[in-house]
């Protein structure tokens, strides 16, 4: 039964109902990233977002995130209805560090967001950096009050529903320990779904800290990196508690621990034996692709950590980015996560930040290897701090740090 109403569904004019990433006029794609634009005064409303398909043209679209026909509603259109309505033939997973109403224990679970929905046929996963989203989804309530804030990033992949590649998304997200705050996976429905059943269960899995084949879409292929756990001394892992501090004030709710319930998921002994910068994401992202990456993430002037120049490939901190008819913003007020590599073949979507704190904590990515992406993304980027500047602000950093101390 469930394949002649599929194969009715895919004849009919409308497509609402079909599993798949959709562009801005609800058409099914294989894949879209959108770059969502921080609210400015008298400039922006935040819901003003660049759109990235399988054509690889970058423009500027002015739809507001909150419309139920938006790119992003019209994706998640499966999910935004009570479970009670949803078929025994699919099942999907709504993970976040930072749920609705809640926070997941950082100790517990690593620093990532997204969605993946899965039927009979098809797997679609999409990558984000928003915090409380989707909001609620059963009440077309899906986009947060706090959603226009910050700038964004979200990515989605359409896969075929066979078993490497539910079980290739399902290990990535037990090694970068995704909290699963919503979800609904059918006991009877497709064995297959086992890792995601297992994600659900808490399970972890040793981070692989390198690029992994995932997929071809044509001319474009993505990969999936999750990165190791960084310790601050050796044999003592880190929490990385205060790695959200300034993430958490984009919530006008009271953020609680909604992930407390006597689960042992402890964090390994001595998983980066000692070295703090095998947790840092882009330096293991530039090591695998060879080049120097730039990379844009979510921090203030003083916090972050600075670039990362010990070579021989180097990471450095984009200052500011700045979009043909969005107009200039600076990583303060941009909450996505992404780096580009200088030889302009790659680019990686991701769920964790440039901060010390953050490297102990798990994340991982999304990487796509297709050059007119790349130089889009390298067209986004203004300023970089050179190796010069961090030397400055690590000297900086120091100074404060003295200023502070007390009076022998």
Known sequence: MWRFVLAVSLLCCSSDASLTCKDENGGQVDWFILYKAPKQKDKLTGLEYIYIGPDAHGKVTKRTGTDIKGILANTLRPILKSVREMPEDFGFISYSDQPPGCSADNQKFGHSKGVVMVDKTTAVWLLHSTPQFP??????????????????????????????????????????????????????????????????????????????????????????????????????????????????????????????????????????GGDLYVGDLYVSIAKEVKSHVNVQTWHSDTEGDISYCKGPENVYNIKSVQIKDLGEWSPGNDHSKWCVDENKLWTCIADVNRAKTQFLRYGGALCIKDKNIAEIFMSFKKETESCKDAEERKKKKKQKVKKKLPPL
């Open 135 to 272: 909001f609620r989804r059963d009440q077309n309530k899906f986009w947060p009050p706090s959603g226009a804030k910050n700038a964004q990033t979200f990515i989605c992949v359409k896969f075929p529903s066979e078993p490497a590649y539910i079980e290739h998304i399902g290990k990535h997200l037990q090694s970068i320990r995704a909290f699963p705050f919503d979800h609904y996976i059918p006991d009877g429905f497709y064995k297959e779904l086992k890792e995601l059943k297992d994600v659900v269960n808490w399970n972890k899995l040793d981070p692989p800290g390198v690029l992994q084949l995932l997929i071809k879409k044509g001319d474009v292929t993505f990969y999936s990196i999750a990165k190791k756990q960084a310790v601050k001394e050796k044999g003592k892992p880190g929490s990385g508690q205060d790695s959200d501090k300034m993430e958490v004030e984009e919530s006008d709710e009271p953020m609680v621990d909604c992930s407390k319930d006597g689960s042992p998921m402890e964090i390994d002994e001595d998983p980066a």
